[in-house]
């Protein structure tokens, strides 16, 4: 029985019925989650998704393990999204694989088609270990690499170095991160061997 005022996940038997395309174990979604064309959509095991995210995205999302989705999060456009294991998106981040030139003179937004358009679509990749802050903002053609992060309120649309940290608006590499959670990765693995 769920505990508070709008505190239900989803239950596997209708997580089940709505045909992804893959759905893995300990997968909780919230039940005010929008989700978008489930049948494009892969679940690894243990995902979160948390209240009010929109999930509408024509070239469909791949969750590697252990991956959560803070709420009020936006993963939406016609290309691609890929998160592998260990990643974090924070509270209010908008992923969006496709975005439009406002000053080219061109027509915008998706109920104008194509010819009368400057929309930009480009796939979005979140390396093993990578984090996006609150409020961030992700573009087109940015990615995560291994252990990148990327710090709230910031906006990126370019690829990332390994295991660095970036800020800003546009965002610019700020520090290298350390790297020692990689050890608790073996003992958190080895540890759910245990319980198989």
């Known amino acids: 029985m769920p505990s508070g005022l709008n505190s239900a996940f989803l239950s596997r038997e209708i ?24 049948g494009k959509i892969s679940f690894g095991s243990r995902i979160r998704i948390d209240p009010y995210v929109i999930i509408s995205t024509q070239g469909g999302v791949e969750f590697g393990n252990n991956i959560h989705i803070g709420g009020h999060c936006v993963l939406a456009g016609r290309a691609a999204i890929r998160f592998d294991s260990f990643v974090t998106i924070s509270h209010s981040v908008g992923v969006y694989t496709s975005d439009e030139d406002y000053s080219s003179g061109m027509l915008t937004n998706p109920t104008v088609p194509d010819g009368f358009r400057t929309a930009r679509t480009a796939p979005i990749s979140f ?70």
């Open 127 to 196: 390396g093993r270990h990578s984090a996006a802050g609150a409020g961030s903002v992700i573009l087109p053609d940015a990615s995560f690499a291994e252990g990148s992060i990327l710090g709230a309120l910031s906006m990126i649309k370019q690829p990332m170095e390994p295991w660095s940290i970036y800020a800003g608006i546009p965002a610019r590499r700020m520090r290298e991160r350390r790297r020692d959670l990689l050890e608790r990765e073996q003992e958190y693995l080895t540890s759910l061997k245990g319980l198989g």
């Open 15 to 38: 997580l089940e019925s709505l045909g992804f395309a893959k759905l893995g174990e300990d997968v909780l979604i919230h039940s005010t989650v929008v989700i978008v064309d489930c």
